[in-house]
């Protein structure tokens, strides 16, 4: 079977392959953007009367029968067929059916090049701004589990070996300054998709006196493209944004794997709400953090989104070719999987539960504090190397005779380092030991309070504004 062709030309002497049809329509994916693409053509119908190219009657006409449309869409009432093949095509057949022959004076002095790079453009501005506020969501359910547990000792880790005594609050607020960074780079690409294309036509501009200045202002875009050819030819902000999003993915992803360490039972720092936990077909002890693993999994999918736009790039001469149709569903699906991701982090984050005596547990048996030991020789005026090889030594003989460095303080370690029982006690101390490092971003319970409520602070005006 095969289908009209009409919204090209006269030229084709041949209908379309019904085959071909299906392949080149991007109107089941790309109908997505019908509210963007109504409001383009409303500013540019705007523009084209105010500069006299189409008479006023006609654009009067043409922007009521958009508005009808804008309304139909904004009460999910829009419904497409393959042969539209985008959502340009699919508009223009429904405006021409609401208001008659005068919508065909629509598409004066612009091209569908311009019009989808002008389309995706404004989906995505409203895509990061809504990510940013997610974003803030996100940051701030990790700064109110913060809050509560400014005190809460637990232990540090490097190389997933217990390393030194911190808190949790000081943990949590490490990934909060990650999703900060993030939601700068995030606003960072958005000055570069805030630019505008329209009026580059197919690509070489146009000969009326356009003036795309308006439909910038109008749009709320920042400024024009600088280059026409650039402005129907680029898809570097997709390929920016999706890039972020890979790696925001990637940060949730490292902070997924520590909720899913801390609620295995050998650690049982934490529980995930049985509201985000899944159990198991066979075995009816468990819960499984599924929130967690599958936010972690779905940061591979994002990152492959990253390298099908790269490669859709890649060599692709100037200036529109087909090819960047392929930039949607990378681009729509790796912006959903991101949004939904947040929302259910955010969720998962403020039920958790933590389990405060076993991370100080945890912390007491790892040996956390040897540094503050050999803080304390250096400060008797040991050199820190010296220092180092003493505690080292002391740990392997506390790990020989199966206890803590506290209990070596009534004869091996005086007699090691010269210096007395309650000395060697207050420096093994973790309480004292976190109230000493109250340098700024440390875990010190004061200052750290002092810079949640700076972040909260932040975060809700991030919240409240717009
Ligand atoms: N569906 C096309 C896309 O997504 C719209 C632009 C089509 N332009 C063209 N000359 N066929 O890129």
Same mark, same amino acid.
């Given at each position: 079977m095969v289908s009209d062709n009409k919204h090209w030309s006269a030229r084709f002497a041949e209908p379309i392959d019904e085959l071909m049809m299906r392949f080149n329509a991007s109107i089941p994916f790309d109908h997505r953007l019908a509210r963007y693409d109504v409001q383009v053509s409303i500013a540019h119908v705007r523009m084209l009367g105010t500069q006299q190219i189409i008479a006023r009657q006609v654009c009067d006409k043409l922007i009521g029968g958009l508005e009808q449309l804008a309304q139909k869409i904004a009460a999910d009432d829009f419904s497409w067929q393959l042969s539209d093949e985008d959502i340009h095509t699919s508009i223009e057949r429904k405006l021409i059916e609401l208001v008659g022959e005068d919508a065909k004076r629509m598409h004066t002095a612009r091209s569908r090049n311009d019009q989808i790079s002008t389309d995706i453009r404004l989906w995505l501005r409203d895509m990061i701004d809504l990510q940013c506020k997610l974003l803030a969501r996100m940051q701030l359910a990790l700064v109110t589990q913060a809050e509560r547990h400014v005190d809460s000792i637990m232990p540090g880790f490097t190389h997933l070996q217990v390393a030194q005594p911190t808190t949790l609050a000081h943990h949590l607020h490490a990934? /909060?300054?990650?999703? %900060?960074?993030? %939601?700068?780079? +995030?606003?960072? /690409?958005? @000055?570069?998709?805030?630019? +505008? $294309? +329209? @009026?580059?036509?197919?690509?070489? @501009? %146009?000969?009326?006196?356009?003036? $795309?200045?308006?439909?910038?202002?109008?749009? @709320?875009?920042?400024? +024009? /493209?600088?280059?026409?050819?650039?402005?129907?030819?680029?898809r570097d902000f997709a390929v920016e944004y999706v890039a972020v999003a890979a790696l925001v993915m990637v940060n949730l992803s490292r902070l997924c794997e520590e909720i899913v360490i801390w609620s295995s039972q050998p650690f049982a720092f934490a529980q995930v709400a049985d509201s985000y936990c899944t159990g198991s077909s066979i075995m009816p002890q468990k819960r499984n953090p599924d929130a967690a693993e599958l936010v972690r999994g779905k940061s591979g999918r994002v990152a492959g989104h990253v390298v099908a736009l790269l490669l859709m790039t890649k060599g692709q001469p100037l200036a529109y070719n087909k090819d960047n149709q392929e930039d949607k569903e990378a681009l729509f699906d790796a912006a959903d999987t991101l949004s939904s991701c947040l929302q259910v982090m955010e969720g998962m984050v403020a039920t958790m539960k933590f389990d405060v005596a076993a991370m100080r547990q945890m912390a007491d048996q790892g040996y956390a504090c040897a540094t503050e030991l050999a803080d304390l020789l250096v400060r008797h005026d040991v050199a820190f190397r010296d220092a180092h090889e003493m505690v080292a030594k002391a740990v392997k003989e506390a790990e020989l005779r199966v206890v803590s460095l506290n209990e070596l303080c009534e004869d091996y370690l005086p007699e090691l380092t010269g210096l007395t029982a309650s000395e060697l006690r207050r420096a093994l101390d973790v309480e004292q030991a976190i109230a000493a490092r109250n340098m700024p971003g440390a875990p010190a319970p004061e200052a750290m309070q002092k810079l949640l409520g700076k972040k909260r602070e932040e975060l809700e005006n991030t919240l409240r504004d717009k």
């Open positions: 990934h /909060c300054c990650v999703l %900060t960074r993030d %939601t700068e780079r +995030l606003n960072d /690409c958005r @000055g570069r998709v805030n630019q +505008l $294309p +329209l @009026g580059a036509a197919a690509l070489a @501009g %146009t000969g009326f006196a356009i003036n $795309p200045q308006q439909v910038a202002d109008e749009l @709320g875009f920042e400024r +024009l /493209c600088a280059n026409t050819m650039d402005a129907v030819a680029a």
